[in-house]
């Protein structure tokens, strides 16, 4: 085709130009990324539910509206589990951390425990708000009634104190702004009375993630200061702040200690591989220089790393190192044979160069597929991805080359002390046997592809994080002891609209209220319980049984509109302000608060679909409007939206892809053939997950991505130099040969390397990581052996069939 002649001749004037300028071309590219760079140190890390949304998304507009009225409802668990919690000794440890936590925390808002527990009582006609310990008890007597008073407050049970009473918590709420601003568009500023005469109006942000993780981690070096203490008592720490800061903390650690040792791995395959120091510092500096400055055009444009984004570094090593293997492979040979590194650049771009390109582009098409996602970090993966793979690129023909050409270093290729012999050897093997046994080959991997679809379909969604650290992991043991013995670490906030102001003053209401709780209270599916609730009600009963001589009888609601609005504004003069959690100021809007244990997001899903026509039942039967509303229901509701959004981008990919692999390789029907040793690989993988009893989640989907790209830039690679030698020689035995002897070898190179390096995550003890990394190392495998035998077997069926009469 003449269209590729010419563009793999400009490719070959770009080698000429670049070796005569490389020292001008070196610059430029090192000037450029150094300024990109410098802005580095400004990218964030963002793991919490809320970020899966844009800013304007109905679901996040309402989680957002709910957290400036009510505060913030993620907490902070802490779990204390002493020989008797009514031990005088347990109780002052108890109030000195409770002390130290209010004074020492950041962005606090309130500690709670049984220290400062609400305790509501009348004396004749006066209500008298307090904290549980008020009075210290000083005798027996007054602390055996104090713990019979405080296991007989239903409002403490499960909350702050176990049913068995062994087991007390201290609850951590967080302010729901931190300390960072945004500026506001005017007419924002206008609705909400915040513009000034000095400038631009300015609003604080929500409580950021490292806010956030700030808290978690001073509240754990105050736990560890009490560990040891005089006082023994069990320990436990959970709360979805406190899994996000372990999941940051990984991110931050752990995955960056796994791609350095990757790194390392892959640098000494290299080596192995090229034998001097150019074949392991040019490709590690290419895809160094793509993830630096991907990452920092993220930093420059605010965008954080995410769930999604965090393989963004992964998956640029697997395009940069894909990239600059095939080009040096391609380079020590011509270098051997010319021995003149200019003719031997040269000649390389222009073998190679419109298939790193055509892969690149391809690539990238696949994978900004993922820009048309709903959910924001998968739509920033196709993005970034986009400018990733394009940097990579870049960096392959441009600054590769030019640094091979300043090099002074005598350059040598592999095959002088007959590695490359037995490397040629094995790949010419493998092409003989595809050759051999076509048939055989295709229709057994049709039959294993079939079954592999089968299994792939039988796969699970899931998305439980918890899951991912190992069993006896101090996180999972305290969420899973917390939920056992507490009835639950996280919530879900229902918000009751009653349409009218001092809604919350009518009986009906307030009934209607106490009746949802005890049905809400009832349900139960495979995983999930409901622990208990709180709300408006709760308060409403206390004040009624303080105000009739505190008789257990009278905890009940009150029956007339002017009793409930009298007791409600005695409450607030006692200077109590526990209402503020629970109702707007007009008492028009509650906040019904359903405690649950921590679940599998999709079995949230479940439960969802469970209490919504409970509400809505309760909505007809009422006349109210009831929303799901806290970051449970967020994470309910979009998580599974998630991975369905991936599972589409994915499929939007191959359409991307297909077209383009006809374009590329000139033909519709080699197109579409092309895509089975693309599709081969992801597929086998998805049923070797089955096998594996592995769940798709938001992290095994995005293996694909990695496994996508390293799949097209194989069979493109392949296809590309196989039509160029099969168009020389209407012989598809030697153009399956000569392809395998240069391709081939770049290919076997890159999978060796890859491969290993991702098979380095096996050694992490989170599973996600090591799914990560077994499933993406297999994958590559099976992407160079689907390139390596069944695209040169389907290549001589599709010759075959067309061209019966060509020599073969």
Known sequence: MKWRARIEASFESWGHFVFRHAKLVLAFVLLTTTGLVSQLHTITVDTSSESFLYKDDPIRVAYDEFREQFGRDEVIVIGLNPPDIFDPAFLRELEQLHKELEAEVPYLDEVNSLINARSTRGEGDTLIVEDLFEHWPETEEALAELRTRTMANPVYRNLLVSEDGTYTSIVIETMAFGEATETISEEDAAFAELQTEEGPAQQKKFLMGA????????????????????????????????????????????????????????????????????????????????????????AIFRVPIQLATQILPTFLLAVGIGNSVHILAVFFQRHSQLQDKEEAIAKTLGHSGLAVGFTSLTTAAGLGAFMTADMYPVAMLGLFAVIGITSAFCFSVILLPAFLAVSKIKLRAPIEDGKGQLTDRALRALGDFALTHPWKIVSTSMVLFGIAIWAALQLPFAHDPISWYPEDDPIRTSFELMDEKLRGTVALELEIDTGEENGLHDPTTLRMLEELASELETIKTDTIFVGKTLSIVEISKEIHQALNGNYPSYYRLPETRPLIAQELLLFENSGSDDLEDLVDSQFRLARLTVKVPWADSIDLGIFLTVVDPVLQRFEEKYDVKIDTNGLLALMGRTVDVLIFSLRDSYFIAFMAITPMMMLMLGSVRRGLVSMIPNLTPIVFT??????????????????????????????????????????????????????????????LFTTVILSTGFFIYTISVMENLFNFGFLTGVAILLAFLADAILAPALMLLMVRHVYKDTKY
Not at 701 to 723: R, Y
Request: aromatic share 8%; charged share 15%.
């Open 211 to 298: 806010e956030s993780d700030a808290a978690v981690m001073k509240v754990k070096e105050i736990l560890a200061r009490h560990a040891d203490g005089p006082v023994e008592m069990g320990i436990y720490l959970a709360g979805t702040p406190v899994l996000t800061a372990s999941l940051t903390e990984i991110m931050r650690g752990d995955l960056q200690v796994l791609l350095l040792l990757s790194l390392l791995a892959i640098s000494v395959c290299l080596y192995v591989a090229f034998r001097s120091w150019v074949g392991v510092v040019l490709p590690m500096m290419t895809v160094v220089l793509s993830m630096l400055c991907t990452l920092s055009l993220m």
């Open 686 to 747: 998805l049923g070797m997950m089955y096998v594996l009893s592995i769940p798709v989640d938001a992290f095994t989907l995005l293996i694909g991505a990695t496994a996508l790209g390293l799949a097209v830039d194989d069979t493109i690679h392949f296809m590309h130099n196989f039509g160029r030698y099969y168009e020389e020689s209407q012989d598809v035995r030697y153009a399956v040969h000569e392809t395998l002897h240069t391709t081939g070898r770049a290919m």
